[in-house]
């Protein structure tokens, strides 16, 4: 509820603090006092339009501070986590305009955007007035206003339960219809680079150890080489070997072979072919020992161009061609098993749309007695106040397929006809603002339990009402405030008298300054205000009887 008002420098108010309290608040005062502007000050603070005009003559701002005591509200709660604001059980608005026109918004002393208050300010006030009406008359709100008024909780869960299921499967299947749509356009491709790389099996790592192999041969053929070369040069037609031999054979053959001047080469000759041989073999053992094989060489290099051929050919790595190979299989494999789980997806979409349609079909039944119920006490409600020719209904048409969803099948919207033989329309096709507001307040008393503003404002309702149609308002906004704190500006005695508090709004001047000015009355007071109200300027002791007569009947009514 709203717990505090605090108006400063506002237009003719200079300071106003109001503490309305629960239940019924009652705004009332002479006419041209200036009761609009508390309403208007409360407009301000929940986003209305600014304008420098506002701000009191001679002051460089205005402020209006309002606080709101809303407890645990989980819609509001939710509200605030979406502007950005930390959800609290005390809710305190402020706006600032200065004279320039300038204005700043604050939501618990955070500074936020003139939509915030907005978008806040509707959530927590609903305003019905002569020229001026925020709330009921939003058709988006009638069909979850008929499920709290029917209490259909429980059937509206079961649909959005459903909904959910069937929404789910229906997601998989399209999910699964374009994997085996592309993979079919897909499918001569996608068999030739199986073929491929099945047939090149590639692994990981192998890139890697082709690469090493085939640097180490290629150091292999450059050692063979040198030892082919050495052996050559050491084993071939006029080689060493064969200059040693020769001359081993000269030096034998020569009658001199026995000089003891010649045994000396001739022993020196011996070793150095001894010698010459060893190295062979040391050469020969290397040779064998480097393992270069040609055929090994081509081998490698062969597979490992085919690798990196197919890796820049598929756009990837070669240690990503087996992940690749993979991914293929597993396609093809979608399009050989997508068609049974294909089958099995759309029975089981076919089995979840029948389970929504079967519980929105129980939904839209139970709305369809909740709103007959609705339209007996809401024209219930319209006789006393003097609206027996309006008719109500709960208009109900099934939406197409393609918008059904979690809250059922149906579109929901309050219509009305004022006059015998006219056609139902939207609420707001009640030309007098009187009577609409009249109506709206036939409605919020109806729904007075399940809607869920914490604040209901009506302004002057009851213009151009007396005797019987007053009193029936009174009765109503009384009734209506135990379940929300409403405020009603109201020039009627009938009305007023059933306040739970009394305001009382009054211009005062001194010498060329004139201001507004609000004050709270006691019992005392409200007595001589509603004498006022019943009989005008001058109070006489009848109208404060009758004015006695008034509280004292409201209070047994109370009772």
Request: aromatic share 4%; proline share 2%.
């Amino acid at each position: 509820m709203l717990s505090h008002l605090s108006i400063q420098n506002l237009v003719l108010i200079e300071k106003a603090e109001i503490h309305p309290g629960g239940g019924l608040c009652v705004l009332s005062g002479e006419t041209g006092a200036g009761k609009s502007i508390l309403l208007d000050a409360l407009g301000l603070a929940l986003g209305g339009r600014s304008e420098a005009r506002l701000v009191r003559k001679g002051a460089e701002k205005a402020q209006v501070a309002a606080t709101f005591e809303i407890g645990t509200h989980d819609g509001i709660a939710a509200l605030m986590e979406e502007l950005g604001l930390e959800p609290a059980e005390e809710i305190i608005i402020r706006r600032q305009l200065t004279a320039d026109g300038k204005s700043k918004a604050f939501i618990n002393d955070e500074p936020v955007s003139v939509k915030a208050l907005k978008d806040l300010g509707e959530a927590l006030v609903e305003i019905h007035g002569q020229h001026q009406q925020r709330g009921l008359l939003d058709s988006a709100q009638h069909l979850a206003l008929l499920d709290a008024y029917g209490q259909l909780s429980k059937e509206r869960a079961k649909v959005a339960e459903a909904h959910a299921a069937w929404k789910a499967v229906e997601r998989s299947l399209s999910e699964l219809l374009e994997t085996l749509n592309q993979a079919a356009r897909e499918r001569e491709y996608l068999e030739h680079m199986q073929q491929e790389l099945a047939s090149l099996s590639p692994e990981a790592g192998e890139e890697e150890r082709l690469a090493e192999a085939r640097t180490r041969m290629m150091q292999s053929e450059k050692m063979a080489q040198t030892i082919d070369d050495a052996l050559a040069a050491l084993t071939q037609p006029r080689s060493i070997s064969e200059a040693l031999r020769s001359a081993e054979r000269v030096l034998t053959r020569s009658t001199l072979a026995e000089a003891p001047k010649f045994s000396t080469a001739l022993a020196a000759l011996d070793k150095a072919g001894i010698e010459l041989q060893e190295a062979i073999s040391q050469l020969e053992a290397l040779g064998t020992e480097c393992g270069y094989d040609q055929g090994e060489l081509e081998r490698s290099e062969e597979r490992l161009f085919a690798l990196r051929a197919a890796a820049r050919k598929y756009q990837c790595s070669v240690d990503e061609l087996p992940t690749r190979l993979a991914d293929v299989n597993a396609r093809l494999g979608a399009l050989n098993t997508g068609e049974k789980n294909r089958a099995q997806l759309e029975k089981d979409l076919a089995i979840t749309r029948e389970a929504y349609v079967q519980a929105a079909t129980a939904l839209r039944k139970a709305r369809e007695k909740a709103g007959g119920r609705l339209e007996e006490s809401v024209l219930k409600e319209l006789k006393p106040l003097k609206m027996e020719a309006t008719r109500f209904r709960v208009a109900m048409t099934p939406k197409d397929e393609a918008q059904w969803g979690a809250n059922g099948m149906d579109a929901v919207r309050f219509e009305v006809a004022t006059n015998k033989g006219s056609d139902f329309g939207a609420l707001a096709a009640i030309a007098s603002g009187g009577e609409l507001s009249r109506f709206m307040l036939a409605l919020a008393v109806v729904l007075g339990e399940v809607d869920a503003t914490p604040v209901l404002i009506f302004d002057e309702i009851d213009t151009g009402t007396g005797g019987a149609v007053a009193d029936a308002i009174g009765k109503r906004l009384e009734r209506l405030g135990q379940h929300a704190q409403v405020l009603v500006v109201t020039h009627q005695p009938q009305v007023a008298a059933r306040g739970r508090t009394h305001f009382f709004i009054e211009k005062k001047s001194k010498g060329e300054t004139t201001t507004t000015q609000v004050r709270a009355l006691d019992d005392a007071g409200r007595r001589e205000e509603l004498a006022r109200m019943l009989s005008g300027a001058a109070i006489t002791e009848e109208a404060r009887k009758a004015a006695d007569r008034l509280m004292e009947d409201t209070r047994v009514n109370a009772a």
